[in-house]
């Protein structure tokens, strides 16, 4: 049985023939095999039972016609509720779940979900005020991957691709380093971790996730906190306001290498060996090079997200 508070799809018909089935059958099965709780469970099921809506009368056996239905289902989120490609895609795979869980052909090829461009839109940035409200409800209230990825995206200013990369080889506790893989051919480089966010990174496994479960996790930390979403804010709106404050205190070519921006000349080299990587009889440990550490801690000084995490 699927809990009658929960979201529910109307009983139409959306199949022809004798193997008609109605919505509230599909919509059942894809919830008695959905393992998310909670509120991503919930997010889940809203974008089901949404399309079902929207799609009325369908007969799935025609590939075209259910092809044009996604199609304006994530049209119809784009116009009406200013999804960005993020929030598209992660519709996109919700729905293709409720297909392959009703065993219904899938009328997308490989690379046909929506594409993500840092370039897209203007990403609006978040008050500071909101952001330390959000780390205190985080703090208390969080899962080990809402507080890690806030955390680092307070601390960092991450990227959501280079949050969904982060495993184990790249977040060394033991020596109080982090590793970024930078995207938009930025510099990777190494970062010291400062002790007031220790205690919110050891909680949580890391091991690199999917691009949905990155906007999933900014959602959640949304629907905890009581925030309304805003077209297109996520882990990078935090990069904003962190670029408007360190901005305040430190030239713009510290700022940009603190972040990863791709800079040529001298810094290139520098940037390339920020961190050694030294082998013992035990594995590997890391040092950040010392000009980059001191950066990093005249960083920390001035960023006030680092201090509401202590």
Same mark, same amino acid.
Request: charged share 25%; with cysteine; hydrophobic share 35%.
């Given at each position: 049985?699927?809990?009658?508070?929960?979201?529910?799809?109307?009983?139409?018909?959306?199949?022809?023939?004798?193997?008609?089935?109605?919505?509230?059958?599909?919509?059942?099965?894809?919830?008695?095999?959905?393992?998310?709780?909670?509120?991503?469970?919930?997010?889940?099921?809203?974008?089901?039972?949404?399309?079902?809506?929207?799609?009325?009368?369908?007969?799935?056996?025609?590939?075209?016609?259910?092809?044009?239905?996604?199609?304006?289902?994530?049209?119809?989120?784009?116009?009406?509720?200013?999804?960005?490609?993020?929030?598209?895609?992660?519709?996109?795979a919700t729905v293709r779940a409720f297909y392959s869980r009703n065993t219904i052909i899938w009328p997308f090829?490989?690379?046909?979900?929506?594409?993500?461009?840092?370039?897209? %839109?203007?990403?609006?940035?978040?008050?500071?005020?909101?952001? %330390?409200?959000?780390?205190?409800?985080?703090? &208390?209230?969080?899962?080990?991957?809402?507080?890690?990825?806030?955390?680092?995206?307070?601390?960092?200013?991450?990227?959501?691709?280079?949050?969904?990369?982060?495993?184990?080889?790249?977040?060394?506790?033991?020596?109080?380093?982090?590793?970024?893989?930078?995207?938009?051919?930025?510099?990777?480089?190494?970062? %010291?971790?400062?002790?007031?966010?220790?205690?919110?990174?050891?909680?949580?496994?890391?091991?690199?996730?999917?691009?949905?479960?990155?906007?999933?996790?900014?959602? &959640?930390?949304?629907?905890?906190?009581?925030?309304?979403?805003?077209?297109?804010?996520?882990?990078?709106?935090?990069?904003?306001?962190? %670029?408007?404050?360190?901005?305040?205190?430190?030239q713009e070519s510290e700022v940009k290498l603190f972040l990863r921006w791709k800079k040529k000349g001298q810094g290139d080299m520098l940037?390339?060996?920020?961190?050694?990587?030294?082998?013992?009889?035990?594995?590997?440990?890391?040092?950040?090079?010392?000009?980059?550490?001191?950066?990093?801690?005249?960083?920390?000084?001035?960023?006030?997200?680092?201090?509401?995490?202590?």
């Amino acid at each position: 049985m699927v809990d009658k508070k929960k979201p529910q799809a109307p009983g139409l018909f959306i199949l022809t023939g004798p193997k008609a089935a109605p919505k509230q059958v599909l919509f059942d099965r894809y919830a008695s095999r959905l393992v998310s709780e909670g509120s991503v469970r919930t997010t889940y099921l809203r974008l089901v039972y949404d399309f079902l809506n929207y799609a009325e009368a369908i007969d799935f056996h025609d590939e075209e016609q259910t092809r044009k239905k996604v199609q304006g289902f994530l049209k119809k989120l784009e116009r009406e509720r200013g999804y960005c490609a993020g929030s598209l895609r992660v519709a996109f795979a919700t729905v293709r779940a409720f297909y392959s869980r009703n065993t219904i052909i899938w009328p997308f090829g490989r690379g046909e979900a929506p594409q993500i461009s840092e370039q897209e %839109v203007q990403v609006p940035a978040i008050h500071p005020d909101l952001i %330390v409200e959000m780390i205190d409800v985080v703090k &208390e209230k969080g899962t080990p991957r809402q507080k890690a990825f806030l955390a680092l995206s307070t601390t960092y200013g991450l990227r959501r691709a280079e949050l969904k990369e982060l495993g184990p080889t790249e977040v060394k506790l033991k020596d109080k380093t982090l590793y970024i893989a930078t995207k938009k051919h930025g510099r990777a480089r190494s970062h %010291v971790i400062p002790d007031a966010i220790i205690p919110y990174l050891a909680g949580y496994d890391f091991k690199p996730v999917s691009i949905s479960t990155v906007f999933l996790t900014w959602y &959640e930390i949304e629907y905890m906190v009581g925030i309304e979403h805003s077209p297109r804010a996520g882990f990078h709106s935090i990069r904003r306001t962190l %670029v408007t404050i360190l901005g305040q205190y430190f030239q713009e070519s510290e700022v940009k290498l603190f972040l990863r921006w791709k800079k040529k000349g001298q810094g290139d080299m520098l940037m390339s060996y920020s961190s050694t990587t030294f082998i013992t009889r035990t594995g590997t440990t890391n040092q950040v090079q010392p000009a980059m550490s001191d950066m990093d801690s005249r960083m920390f000084e001035k960023n006030p997200f680092v201090g509401a995490w202590k």
